[in-house]
């Protein structure tokens, strides 16, 4: 498990690639403002409060096909299978869960590649770690 401020510097040294790149900024998120979203978003779970909070937490101003329905289902503790195509959006919706719900969530993937992806790319406000069988003690 990487700590937070070892996330936070793998973070550093890629935005710093992205700027040798063509300038890209880090975009600032308002932890205070999060969790006033996702407390709004865990009383009602509305469509316009979910979007609130994905504004917030990823920057994005609207939700692809099927994420809504994926993410009310995880809310409303209902088990669900959703099927996408790759790039299409999986990783929301349980990230943003995550944000909402209190306690763990316990995302389960038999590719370590994706696990390592999805960790470099998760914004700081959700902490996040990964066991794999390559770990040794």
Known sequence: FKSQREKEEEQEEAVGELKQRGGCKRREID??????????ARKEPSEENLVKLLRLVHGYDCFRDGQVEAIKMVLAGKSSVVVLPTGAGKS?????????????????????????????????????GLLSSTQVL
């Open 31 to 40: 932890g205070d403002a999060v969790e006033e979203a996702a407390t709004a």
């Open 92 to 128: 929301l919706c349980y990230q943003l869960p995550a944000v909402i719900l209190p306690g763990v969530t316990l995302v389960v993937s038999p590719l370590v590649a994706l696990m390592i992806d999805q960790l470099r790319q998760l914004p700081h406000v959700i902490m996040g």
